[in-house]
């Protein structure tokens, strides 16, 4: 079974740009979670997608939004860039009631100039 | 406070220690405990995950959770240069819950 996939892997962008992250999780995981991971945070939790609805939701400004759609595919995006932007985002599939099971992807490296 | 708190490291140690790697939560709500393993330049791997108190075993990996301390542990015994990675301890209330993860300890085993 294929793992997540996260596309770009890699991106830079300027401060004030906007910016469209994308995930697939694996085949039958209609959970999608996005997380922002730094060094001197950790793991922070964005959101969470089931159904193509927004279930959970994390402490992040209205500047990051997300959707999903009826493939269970999702999208994350992050508007008017800030240096503090700069981080690791990553997206987790899971099965819907079993989100202790995670499945991470490699995450897409984003820096922001 | 964060709601995890996970030391971490580095922690060095020789090939074929055994190793212990730790967490203290504050939520007593939590019952499910999770190990993830990351290794550098890619996404966390869900190692093992225990519900409730006790012992869980997997090969070289156990983990262990004490409730009563509010405190979580995983052991990899004969460690490999190859579990070096950074281990992070998470938890969740179960269901449709998010994981709550601590930061993350940084393990390397040198040979």
């Avoid at chain 1, 009826?70 to 700069?86: A, K, Y």
């Avoid at chain 2, 542990?73 to 460690?79: A, H, M």
């Amino acid at each position: 079974k294929a793992g997540v996939t996260q596309t770009p892997r890699y991106l830079i962008k300027t401060r004030g740009q906007q910016v469209t992250l994308s995930c697939s999780p694996i085949s039958g995981h209609r959970s999608v979670s996005w997380y922002q991971q730094t060094p001197g945070q950790g793991l922070q939790f964005l959101f969470e997608y089931f159904s193509e609805t927004q279930r959970n939701k994390g402490n992040f400004p209205g500047r990051f939004s997300g959707r999903q759609f009826s493939n269970s595919r999702s999208e994350m995006n992050v508007s008017t860039l800030e240096l503090g932007d700069s981080a690791l985002y990553l997206c987790a599939s899971s099965l819907p009631d079993r989100t202790n099971e995670q499945f991470f992807g490699p995450g897409t490296r984003l820096t922001v100039l | 406070q964060k709601e995890v708190e996970q030391d971490p490291g580095p922690l060095s140690v020789p090939e074929g220690a055994i190793v212990s790697l730790n967490c203290t939560y504050s939520n007593s709500a939590f019952q499910y405990f999770m190990w993830y393993r990351q290794y550098s330049r890619k996404g966390p791997e869900l190692l093992m995950y225990t519900y409730s108190s006790g012992n869980k075993e997997d090969g070289r990996f156990t983990a262990q959770v004490d409730k009563s301390s509010k405190y979580i542990s995983l052991f990899i015994r004969d460690s490999q240069p190859s579990d070096s990675a950074t281990y992070l301890c998470a938890t969740t209330s179960g269901g449709s819950y998010i994981p709550t993860f601590g930061r993350g300890t940084s393990l390397i085993v040198h040979p």
